[in-house]
C-alpha cells in the first residue's frame, strides 16, 4: 500500500495542480487586476486555457507516437545482425543530433513548412525521434549476453528472440527514452507559439511582446504543470515497465 | 542484398544521389524577405559541377558492392566540393541578376547531401589512428577557412547577412558565450558544495536531486517568464539591484533559471565523481594524517574531477541551447537572429543564428571530449 500509495501521489498532484488551474485561472481576473493594476485585460481569454492545453497535449502526443514508431524502428534495424553496419553512424546521428539546440530545430523546420503547428510538428518529431532512438540502441545492446545465448540455445527464432527477449530486457531504457522526448516536446511545442503553433506559449509570447505580465504568468503556470503532469505519468509507466518485465 | 555490402556507404550514397536528383540546391530569392525560386543541381551554372557530384554519389553506389572499404576520399571531395560549388554558382548567379537585391540562399538539397558526406567521412574514419583523423578534419577545416578567405562563399546569401551585420553579431556572440560561462560558473559555484553536501548526507541528497529534477521538467521559457514577475518586483523595491541591471526580463532571470536547469547535472555527476573515489584511498591519506579539507583537495577532488568534466560537457551544450530561448525575455544573445528572423520572416537571419548556435554547442561538445581525452591519458 505504501509504495503504491506513494507512487499514486506522485501522479495526482500534478494533475490535480493543472486541473486547479484550469478552473481557477479564468475566474481569478480580479486577484491579476489587484496584483497589476495597470493592465488592461488581466486575464488571457483570446482561446480558453482548456483549448490550449487540448493542443499542446495534441501536438506533444502525435509527435512522441511518430518519434516512438520511427526511433524504435531504426533502433531496432540497426542492432539486427545483416544492418549492423549502420549502428555507428545511426548512434553518430543521435548523439550528433541531440547538440542541436530545440530551438534551432524549430527555427530550420519554419522556412520548410510556414508558420503554425506543421514546422512545430516536425520540429518535434525529428527532435524527438533520438532520445528513443539512442535509448532503444542502448538498451538492445546491454541485453545481457547470456541471455542472448539461452534463447539460441532454446531454439528462438531471430524475431521471437526480439519481441520475447530482447524488446522486454531493453523496455527500461526505451521508455527513458520516451520520457525524455515527451518532455522536450513539451518545452519545444511551448517555444512553437512564437512561429504561430496554438499552444500554451502563446499566452507567454504575447504577455512578453505587449507587456502584459500577467499573461506571461498564466501561461507559464499551466505549461509547468502540464509538463510536470505529463512526466509524472510517463515515469509511472517507465516504474511499472521496468519491475514488470525485469 | 549481400552480406558483403558497404551498407554505410550505400545508404549514405542513396540519400546524396536522391537529394542531388529531386532536391532544390540553390533557391534564387529577389530580396531578403521574399521566398525564391528552387534551382536544381545541374541548372546550377558551372555545369560540368552538378554532373560531378552525381558522378561521385554514382561511384560511391557502386563501390559500395566492393569487397574494400571505399569512399573516404568520396566524402572529402564532396564536403569540401559542394560549398564551393554553391558559392560558385551564387557567383554566376548573381553576375546574371537583374535587380541588385538579389538573394542566393543554399537549398535543402544542398544540407541533406553536405550532411551525408559529413556522416560518410565521420564512418570511413572510424577505426582510422587518432593522428590521421585529426589530420583528414583539420585539412577540412583549413580548406573551409582558405575559400571563405579568398571569398568563394562571398556571394551566398548567409554569409551576405552576416557581412551585413558583422557588428551586431559580434555582440549577439559574446553575450550568447558570457551568459553560458555565467551559467556555468554559478551553477559549478552553487553545484559543488551542494553536491558535497548531497554526499555526506544521503537523505539530504535524495531531496536535493528530488527537487531539482522537478525543475529539469519546466520548459525554460516557462521558468523564464515565471522569475520575471519577482524579479521585476525585487528591482522595484531595491533600487541599488536596478542600478546592477538587475529587472524583470534581460540577462537575470536567464542565468538564474539557466543555473537553475545545470543544477542537477553538476550535483548529479559530482555525488557520481565522489561515490567513485576508492574508500582505501580516502582511508590511506586520512590514516597519513591529512585533515578532511585536504582529503578533499588533494585526493577525492583530483579522482572526482574526470566525472564532474563529463556532466559538464552536457551542462554546456544544454546551456548554450537555452540562451537561445533567453532572447525571448530580451537578454540578446544568438537567440535574437532566430526570433527576430522568423518575426521578420527572414530565413537568412534565422539561418545565421541557428547555424551559429549549433556550431558553437557541437564546439563546446568538442572542447570537453578533448579535455576528458587528456584527463584519462594522465589519469
Known amino acids: 500500500m505504501t509504495i503504491a500509495g506513494r507512487g499514486a501521489w506522485r501522479i495526482a498532484w500534478p494533475c490535480l495542480a493543472l486541473a486547479l488551474l484550469l478552473i481557477a485561472l479564468p475566474r481569478m481576473g480580479p486577484v491579476f487586476h489587484a496584483w497589476m493594476p495597470e493592465l488592461r485585460a488581466p486575464v488571457y481569454t483570446r482561446t480558453s486555457f482548456v483549448a490550449l492545453t487540448a493542443a499542446h497535449i495534441g501536438l506533444v502526443g502525435m509527435a512522441t507516437l511518430i518519434a516512438v514508431v520511427l526511433g524504435l524502428g531504426i533502433g531496432i534495424l540497426a542492432t539486427r545482425p545483416a544492418t549492423r553496419s549502420l549502428l555507428p553512424t545511426v548512434r553518430a546521428v543521435a548523439v550528433i543530433g541531440q547538440t542541436f539546440p530545440p530551438v534551432a530545430v524549430l527555427a530550420i523546420a519554419v522556412p520548410l513548412l510556414g508558420f503554425g503547428a506543421a514546422p ?12 528513443v532512438l539512442g535509448q532503444t540502441v542502448a538498451g538492445i545492446e546491454n541485453v545481457s549476453r547470456p541471455a542472448l545465448d539461452a534463447a539460441d540455445g532454446m531454439g528462438y527464432g531471430r524475431w521471437r528472440k526480439l519481441w520475447e527477449v530482447e524488446l522486454p530486457l531493453a523496455a527500461g531504457p526505451i521508455m527513458a527514452g520516451v520520457r525524455l522526448s515527451a518532455i522536450v516536446s513539451v518545452g519545444t511545442a511551448t517555444i512553437g507559439s512564437a512561429v504561430g503553433a496554438s499552444t500554451l506559449g502563446a499566452p507567454i509570447i504575447e504577455g512578453l511582446v505587449s507587456n502584459n505580465t500577467a499573461y506571461v504568468v498564466q501561461g507559464a503556470l499551466l505549461v509547468a504543470a502540464l509538463a510536470m503532469s505529463i512526466d509524472a505519468v510517463l515515469a509511472w509507466i517507465e516504474r511499472y515497465v521496468r519491475r514488470g518485465l525485469v | 542484398m549481400s552480406t558483403r555490402t558497404d551498407l554505410p556507404l550505400a545508404l549514405l550514397s542513396a540519400v546524396g544521389l536522391l537529394a542531388a536528383t529531386t532536391g532544390t540546391f540553390l533557391e534564387v530569392a529577389p530580396n531578403r524577405l521574399l521566398s525564391g525560386s528552387a534551382l536544381a543541381l545541374w541548372h546550377v551554372p558551372p555545369a560540368m559541377g552538378g554532373w560531378v ?34 558559392g560558385a554558382g551564387a557567383h554566376r548567379l548573381l553576375a546574371d541578376a537583374a535587380v541588385h537585391t538579389t538573394r542566393i540562399q543554399l537549398g535543402a538539397g544542398f544540407w541533406i547531401m553536405w550532411l551525408a558526406a559529413a556522416l560518410l567521412l565521420l564512418d570511413r574514419l572510424r577505426g582510422a ?80 536531486l528530488g527537487v531539482l529534477s522537478l525543475v529539469q521538467t519546466v520548459p525554460s521559457i516557462a521558468l523564464f517568464a515565471l522569475l520575471i514577475g519577482p524579479l521585476a518586483w525585487l528591482a522595484q523595491h531595491m533600487p541599488s539591484l536596478q542600478a546592477l541591471g538587475f529587472g524583470g526580463t534581460g540577462a537575470a532571470p536567464a542565468v538564474i533559471a539557466l543555473c537553475l536547469y ?48 563529463a556532466g559538464l560537457r552536457i551542462v554546456s551544450v ?62
Open chain 2, 262 to 309: 545545470a543544477l542537477l547535472p553538476v550535483v548529479r555527476y559530482t555525488l557520481a565523481g565522489l561515490d567513485g573515489v576508492p574508500r582505501d584511498a580516502v582511508e590511506a591519506a586520512r590514516g597519513m594524517g591529512m585533515t578532511r579539507w585536504q582529503v578533499l583537495a588533494r585526493v577525492q577532488w583530483p579522482l572526482a574531477w574526470p566525472v564532474l568534466l
Open chain 2, 53 to 86: 557530384v552525381l558522378a561521385l554519389w554514382c561511384w560511391g553506389l557502386a563501390c559500395s558492392l566492393l569487397a574494400t572499404k571505399r569512399g573516404l576520399s568520396i566524402a572529402c571531395a564532396l564536403l569540401v566540393g559542394l560549398p564551393l560549388l554553391a
Open chain 1, 120 to 131: 512545430t510538428l516536425l520540429a518535434l518529431c525529428l527532435y524527438g525521434v533520438l532520445p
Open chain 2, 129 to 208: 589512428r587518432r593522428v590521421v583523423q585529426l589530420a583528414i578534419w583539420t585539412g577540412v577545416v583549413v580548406a573551409f577557412v582558405v575559400a571563405g578567405w579568398s571569398g568563394a562563399f562571398a556571394d551566398l546569401a548567409l554569409v551576405r547577412e552576416y557581412a551585413a551585420q558583422r557588428d551586431v553579431f559580434a555582440t549577439a556572440l559574446r553575450i550568447h558565450l558570457l551568459l553560458t560561462l555565467g551559467t556555468l560558473g554559478l551553477a559549478l559555484a552553487i553545484g559543488l558544495p551542494l553536491g558535497w553536501i548531497a554526499w555526506r548526507r544521503r537523505r539530504a541528497g535524495n531531496g536535493i
Open chain 2, 318 to 379: 544544454q546551456a548554450i541551447g537555452m540562451v537561445a530561448v533567453a532572447a525571448l525575455i530580451g537578454a540578446g544573445g544568438l537567440g535574437r537572429f532566430v526570433f527576430l528572423g522568423v518575426g521578420q520572416g527572414a530565413i537568412d537571419m534565422v539561418l545565421l543564428g541557428t547555424l551559429a548556435i549549433i556550431a558553437l554547442a557541437l564546439l563546446a561538445d568538442l572542447v570537453f571530449q578533448a579535455a576528458l581525452m587528456l584527463t584519462e591519458r594522465r589519469g
